[in-house]
């Protein structure tokens, strides 16, 4: 009996080291009863980038939501003038417009960093604002770059 209990402990040491193992007896007898041990590794947390836009007028375009109605838009722009529109619509209606410059214009990659406010008129829409270059022929919109806010 105390070889067997000898040579049970014995083994207990010589184990896997990923398995802890329990000695159970009852009754005279010695049983080997192995815990398996589950490692769970925390994921990193995902860096996060801003989504960016762009077309062929405009380019790296983020939205960041600041509040619960007023966003920050920021980017670039290749715009005649330096001077570019904005609108805000919810699918039926014009809710916001706008106008904003860059600090350079065409040829040149100009920056523009503004905030905007607006507010839903039906709880269920979707708001877009819709980047655009206003046609210096008829003021129809151009270049168009719409991005959903929520």
């Keep these: 009996m105390r070889w067997t209990i000898l040579v049970t402990t014995l083994l207990l040491f010589a184990c896997n080291k990923k398995e802890t193992q329990r000695t159970t007896v009852a009754k005279d007898t010695v049983m080997e009863i192995p815990e398996t041990t589950t490692v769970i590794k925390a994921k990193k947390p995902e860096i996060l980038l801003p989504k960016q836009y762009s077309n062929v007028r405009f380019k790296e375009v983020t939205v960041e939501r600041i509040d619960e109605n007023k ?63 206003s ?5 129809s919109r151009q270049h168009e770059l719409p991005i959903a806010l929520f």
Excluded: C, Y
């Design 135 to 139: 046609s210096a022929k008829d003021g």
């Design 71 to 133: 966003f920050r838009v920021r980017g670039k722009g290749q715009i005649f003038e330096a001077s570019f529109n904005w609108i805000i619509e919810d699918g039926h209606d014009e809710l916001e417009t706008g106008f904003q410059t860059t600090d350079a214009g065409a040829p040149e990659w100009g920056n523009f960093d503004f905030t905007i406010t607006v507010q839903k008129k039906r709880e269920n829409s979707k708001l877009t604002l819709v980047l655009f270059e």
